[in-house]
């Protein structure tokens, strides 16, 4: 180190990050590190492993971070701690929250906040959810849910649900189970499209298992039905009107040839469009429901013909009529001959044309002299009926399968006959009239083609110009829309961030107010175990003064009392006198030998006979007891009495 240098850390060695670790870096100054970024003050961003970490004095380490591993059927829930850019390219606003359900290591962003893990809900046979919109958005199954809308998950719509931020779950749906003699009515049903069409009933019969949708209400729940004997029977009220019924009916897929259901799902005007070779029903199918009704709309000038299977009769329908198929009906196909030349099977139809229409034959003919020359023929052809015809006549209209190829047939081989018998050069003696013919007719076509080029020229640029119109107000419609979509992401953010804003407020206020709340109740905790050992204090001085004083008392009460006990003795030995005293004490001895003598008794034993008596040992024994007894006796009787003396 240089002179004037101070070391302000110690040495510490470098930090080691594993490949599943990050440290979290903010910049104190503005500088370009050594990849080349610049950083600006308090940028914060993460180092991330595996590898070394060098420290720079314009770095300052803020914390550790590691990944969070999300397990399959987790979600980690994050929240955005200022704008930013995320990883996946999308821009996150302050307070945003969203979900991370990719399975595997995730490394929290340095702008990013973990909130929670999520847990899946298994969805099954017997669970489903019951989801409320916090807010529009779009779900996890592409539909578009609108802000309070609520709706039903069941697992045939996934096997395990994670509910996104956007969405709330209310409850955990259990399933109603019917059993074959139970049934229940649901108020407020929801269709197919999750309408509820409210003030409906729909009566539910068993076996059956359903969850009730949202919306959706048993107010009488699960009944039983009523078994009815023999001789029984019950009194029903109508609560509102209704067509009665008590036939049991199921639905019933009526099934078609696949042509005459392919012309019947094309719906296309047989007069306009009859060539099979051209593509039925590329843009114009309907949908097709094979329980419902077929029905088929007979144009003008037309004729159909319906065969009864199970009746062995059939019917024919003349346009303009609409004609539905019975259970056991079908429709007569019709396979007629088409193109130039007329081959067979070109068109298939069920709606037979009554005419006047034309078909238009190319044929090759051979003349006499072996010319082989093909010809184009044009027919005009018309089916002559009468106004009211009978079923009989009617039925005759269809005799004949392919009429067109039939008389196609017919006239071909007549006119070969015809050419066959004469020449080439009488058959073409008129060659120069039909040249005119030809060539005025050739220029009437060009004429009148110029004269349809330049009318669709006309049609096209006025086409032009509305689709140009309709692009222009597309553009405007779509400029609108991206107005409107982008008013709506201000409006959310500015919801976002206000609502971020007053709970990061909110949660200021309530931490000052918990800090303040905590320094009163320390100061008012201080103040009570002051004054508490203050009071204890005083309290075993005081008590400490009265035991002092009390034992001082009691020494002095109980010097007073040996004082005068001593003084009391000594005045009483002194009233007495020695010679008092003594002759007290032997009074009581001599009392016995008096008495002894004047009994003629020498000595004299007393005894319980319990007591053993040593009589070796008698005489002393008895001497020293009578000798202490008159010593005791003595003493009793030179003590004075104190009243006496008192008296005295």
């Given amino acids: 180190m240089y002179p004037g240098e101070e070391l302000v850390k110690e040495v510490t060695p470098l930090t080691v990050l594993s490949a599943n670790a990050a440290l979290l870096l903010s910049a104190l100054v503005d500088f370009q590190s050594e990849d080349g970024v610049d950083r600006i003050a308090g940028e914060r961003w993460l180092h991330e492993g595996p590898g070394i970490y060098k420290p720079r004095k314009e770095v300052e380490v803020l914390s550790t971070r590691k990944v969070e591993m999300i397990k399959p059927n987790t979600a980690l829930l994050l929240r955005a701690m200022m704008d930013f850019t ?51 958005h779009v779900d996890d199954f592409g539909k578009r849910r609108r802000h309070g809308e609520e709706w039903l998950i069941t697992h045939l719509d996934a096997e395990s649900h994670i509910p996104s931020v956007d969405e709330e779950v209310v409850k955990v ?36 298992v359903f969850f009730l949708m949202p919306g959706e209400r048993l107010d009488a729940g699960i009944s039983d039905v009523i078994v009815l004997g023999q001789n029984e029977g019950i009194i029903l009220r109508a609560m509102e009107s209704f067509q009665d019924g008590n036939t049991d009916e199921e639905l ?43 029905s088929y709309r007979v144009p003008h000038n037309a004729a159909v013909q319906i065969y009864d299977y199970k009746g062995k009769k059939s019917r024919v329908v003349f346009g303009p009529e609409r004609v539905m198929l019975g259970p056991d009906e079908e429709f007569t196909l019709l396979s007629l001959s088409g193109g130039r030349p007329k081959r067979t ?7 037979l044309l009554l005419g006047p229409d034309f078909c238009t034959d190319v044929l090759v003919v051979e003349t006499a002299d072996h010319a082989r020359l093909s010809i184009q023929l044009s027919y005009n052809w018309q089916f002559e009926i009468s106004a009211n015809p009978t079923q009989e006549d009617a039925t005759k209209l269809f005799a004949q399968p392919d009429f067109v190829g039939d008389f196609c047939k017919a006239i071909a081989a007549r006119v070969r006959g015809i050419v066959a018998s004469v020449n080439f050069d009488r058959f073409h003696k008129k060659s120069v009239q039909l040249a005119i013919e030809i060539t005025s007719n050739s220029q009437e076509a060009a004429a009148r083609q ?67 709340k905590a320094k009163l109740e320390a100061e008012a905790e201080k103040i009570r175990t002051d004054a508490e050992l203050e009071r204890l204090k005083l309290a075993r001085e005081a008590e400490l003064d009265y035991l002092q004083t009390k034992d001082q008392l009691n020494l002095n009460c109980k010097q007073q009392d040996v004082e005068i006990e001593t003084a009391y003795f000594l005045k009483r030995v002194g009233a007495l006198g020695a010679e008092n005293l003594r002759h007290i004490a032997c009074a009581g001895s001599e009392r016995d030998v008096r008495m002894l003598r004047a009994l003629n008794l020498q000595s004299t034993l007393i005894t319980d006979g319990r007591s053993p008596v040593n009589l070796l040992d008698a005489t002393s024994g008895l001497i020293g007891q009578a000798r202490s007894t008159v010593h005791v006796r003595q003493l009793e009787t030179a003590a004075p009495d104190p009243t006496t003396e008192d008296d005295t």
């Fill in 173 to 208: 749906v259990s399933p109603i189970v019917l059993s074959s003699n139970n049934f229940c009515v649901i108020y407020d049903p929801v269709d197919d499209k999750g309408v509820p069409k409210i003030g409906k009933k729909v009566l539910i019969k068993g076996e059956k």
């Fill in 450 to 516: 110029e004269a349809e080029r330049l009318d669709q020229e006309a049609r096209g640029k006025l086409e032009r110009q509305r689709i140009d119109d309709e692009a222009r107000a597309e553009e405007a419609r779509r400029g609108l829309l991206e107005l409107q979509v982008q008013l709506a992401a201000l409006e959310s953010t500015g919801q976002a961030k206000a609502e971020a804003q007053s709970r990061v407020d909110a949660a200021f206020i309530t931490t000052q107010a918990e800090v303040e």
């Fill in 345 to 351: 099977n070109m068109i298939k139809t069920i709606c």
């Fill in 86 to 136: 995320g990883k996946d390219g999308k821009k996150r606003v302050y307070g945003e929250e969203w979900l991370v359900k990719s399975v595997g290591a995730y490394m929290i962003g340095a702008y990013e906040e973990r909130v929670n893990v999520l847990k899946a809900y298994n969805l099954d046979e017997k669970f489903a959810l019951h989801v409320k919109a916090k807010r529009t």
């Fill in 252 to 294: 019933w897929p009526k099934k078609l040839s696949p042509a005459v259901e392919q012309i019947l799902r094309a719906n296309k005007d047989p007069q306009g469009e009859r060539a099979e070779m051209r593509k039925m029903a590329s843009t114009g199918e309907e949908s097709w429901d094979p329980t419902r009704v077929i």
